[in-house]
């Protein structure tokens, strides 16, 4: 079955400092990457997509590439702010047939600190 | 106004009483879909649907019930609420042919 993995929290970093959360993942198919962000007491917002081999996406100074030889899906950003704290979840999706399915990793807390 | 609304946003209930969670969106979206978020365990499905006349069981159903009463409405609801139901529900809804969906703000569910 479909699985992801995600680096284990917390991860606490310095104002500016650089931030990579490693994403790997187990998948039948052809499925699309996201990462998806949890600010304290809110729901989960789309952060970034891909939806095919070598795509990069990107917002908000976060990148991620789609590395079908490795099978990753790393969030990097070269310089986070305190605004950046929240919980990060890497999740690949799948369409079979009709059916959307969305298999989420555990989720990584990044906390930044002055 | 937010797309996909859920409520409440809180609830606190006692051991086997009836609870029922809501869910409504405005973005057009056929497909609609009831996670549980836990400490540690990521979030995981619960039930899903793809029209009204379609409902479908996640990984976790059990202990739980879905209605899906309009194409912009899908209710949550537990029988018999048991303390380790505790837990953040989301609701989430997603277009035909695309796999990226779109979460509610999440109800935060403790049972005593």
């Known amino acids: 079955g479909n699985s992801v993995t995600q680096m284990e929290g917390p991860v606490t970093l310095s104002e500016e400092a650089f931030l990579t959360i490693n994403c790997t993942y187990t998948?039948?198919?052809?499925?699309?990457l996201f990462w998806y962000v949890q600010y304290p007491g809110e729901g989960l917002q789309l952060l970034l997509k891909?939806?095919?081999?070598?795509d990069k996406g990107s917002n908000k100074g976060f990148e991620a590439t789609y590395r079908k030889e490795t099978t990753s899906f790393h969030l990097e950003k070269g310089s986070v702010q305190v605004s950046d704290s929240a919980v990060y979840f890497c999740a690949l999706g799948v369409i079979t047939g009709t059916a959307s399915k969305l298999t989420f990793g555990t989720g990584t807390r990044l906390q930044v600190t002055l | 106004d937010a797309d996909v609304t859920q409520t409440p946003r809180n609830r606190i209930t006692k051991t086997g009483k009836r609870i029922m969670l809501e869910c409504s969106q405005t973005k057009g979206h056929d497909r609609m879909y009831w996670y549980r978020q836990d400490p540690g365990l990521g979030l995981r499905l619960i039930y899903y649907s793809f029209d009204v006349k379609d409902i479908n069981k996640g990984e976790i159903s059990d202990g739980y019930s879905v209605s899906r009463q309009a194409q912009a409405k899908f209710s949550l609801s537990l029988e018999s609420a048991i303390p380790n139901q505790t837990a953040l529900y989301f609701c989430?809804?997603?277009?035909?042919?695309?796999?990226?969906?779109?979460f509610g703000p999440g109800t935060r569910l403790t049972v005593l």
């Open positions: 891909a939806t095919k081999a070598d």
């Open positions: 989430a809804t997603s277009a035909l042919g695309f796999s990226e969906q779109f």
């Open positions: 998948a039948t198919g052809y499925p699309s």
